[in-house]
């Protein structure tokens, strides 16, 4: 990025020298398992907090190759989130990567079954839509005023999740990883008959919940917010870097995101023993606030302030909106065959967000039959571990009360 003489602000095209952007970190050698594990955890926590030189394209790239206990080595793609979105960076990531059964194919990813209507269906939806066009109203001048508020005056509470203390993303970080059984959330999802975003969200919250009533009961109900992420182009799957740039590209590069603020349910006495109510309160909430337009009018209020006000007013209303919220979520779909770079087998698949202004975030990515998900966690603040077992509990409640136990499910 660099300054015109009228102050604005644009990117200019240079000349990338590979040997700034690769990194080859040393490590002491013929260490444990554990020692690299943790000398691992402690790498990426520095690399959170170092800052990106402003001379150069903002990327890099860190090649590990020491054993830890979940790998033979490690890559890791450093990228700044100006260069783009998830959608945009993911998509560039996979342009890099070929299949292991068959390179000469592309990667393919998991459709979106979309509901098809029949006549009858049709016509009573008709005659429910003038009270669902109001209600769509209500609720988006409702949610929609929620949202700006979020992002200028109201903030959550401080919890066992949220230290609520300037300059929160300028502390170490810690990242927490966990997969779960892609088939049984689709499991989950048949027998509630809800979306896989649905099972998602509520496993994460449900176990949120349990992770702040574990460290402290009387602040285990605070107000909380979850802000979580969409992506606003018509995703049907991933496009070439040369496709996305293209002027007037459906698919376009860049950063093309909004945001849902999703209150937490509170926990109550019956929860733990019936998990699913609370997957049932989160997912009313959900649908509540997916009945308006208060997502869309998000988006375009931050694409306004991009082209009218500049990019940095933009990340600085982003940025309040972080602040004010106790936790991030956000997922995106990933390829259905394994995955080789430069014919080494990609066992795993991660991607995480450092220095926001908050205590905690929780990235998900699909990859081959598992979700692999990345819990990022102010250090010192927040035990990763024990919220990761909570997280672990609480997909396997769910999973046994949905599943296991179909009979006692009433959504």
Not at 272 to 283: D, E, H, I, T, W
């Amino acid at each position: 990025m660099v300054t015109e003489k009228k102050g604005a602000r644009k990117w200019k095209q240079v000349e990338v020298n590979i040997e700034d952007h690769v990194k080859n970190p040393i490590f002491p050698a013929e260490q444990s398992l554990i020692f690299y594990d943790e000398y691992f955890s402690n790498y990426l926590s520095k690399l959170s907090m170092d800052p990106f030189q402003q001379n150069k394209p903002l990327w890099e790239i860190h090649l590990l190759k020491y054993p830890t206990s979940n790998a033979a080595g490690n890559l890791i793609f450093r990228l700044h989130h100006s260069l783009g979105d998830g959608y945009s960076l993911m998509g560039a990531l996979l342009s890099c990567l070929q299949r292991v059964d068959n390179p000469s194919l592309p990667l393919t990813f998991p459709s979106r079954q979309r509901t098809i209507l029949s006549t009858k269906n049709k016509a009573i939806n008709i005659v429910k839509c003038v009270p669902n066009v109001i209600m769509k109203l209500v609720n988006t001048v409702q949610d929609f005023g929620l949202s700006v508020l979020k992002s200028t005056l109201i903030e959550d509470d401080r919890t066992p999740i949220r230290s609520g203390d300037d300059g929160v993303e300028f502390r170490p970080i810690e990242i927490a990883t966990t997969t779960f059984s892609l088939e049984s959330i689709k499991q989950i999802k048949a027998n509630l008959k809800v979306t896989i975003n649905d099972v998602i969200t509520g496993v994460v919250l449900y176990g949120t919940r349990l992770y702040m009533q574990g460290i402290n009961k009387e602040t285990s109900n605070g107000k909380c917010t979850a802000l979580v992420l969409f992506n606003t182009r018509a995703v049907g799957g991933y496009k070439s870097v040369s496709e996305m740039i293209k002027p007037n590209s459906e698919m376009p590069w860049g950063n093309h995101f909004t945001f849902l603020p999703v209150s937490l349910p509170k926990l109550t006495s019956t929860d733990s023993l019936n998990p699913l109510g609370f997957v049932q309160n989160a997912r009313r909430i959900i649908k509540r606030q997916r009945n308006s337009a208060s997502v869309f009018l998000t988006g375009r209020l931050l694409e306004i302030l991009r082209k009218v006000e500049g990019p940095e007013t933009t990340a600085k209303y982003i940025h309040a909106t972080l602040k004010h919220t106790s936790m991030g979520i956000t997922n995106l779909i990933g390829p259905l065959e394994d995955m080789a770079l430069a014919n080494h087998p990609i066992k795993g698949l991660y991607f995480a967000v450092a220095g926001a202004p908050q205590s905690l975030s929780v990235t998900m990515v699909s990859y081959v039959d598992k979700l692999r998900v990345a819990i990022v966690v102010e250090k010192g603040f927040i035990d990763p571990n024990k919220l990761k077992s909570c997280i672990e509990y609480s997909f396997g409640t769910i999973f046994n009360a949905a599943v296991l136990k179909p009979s006692t499910v009433e959504i």
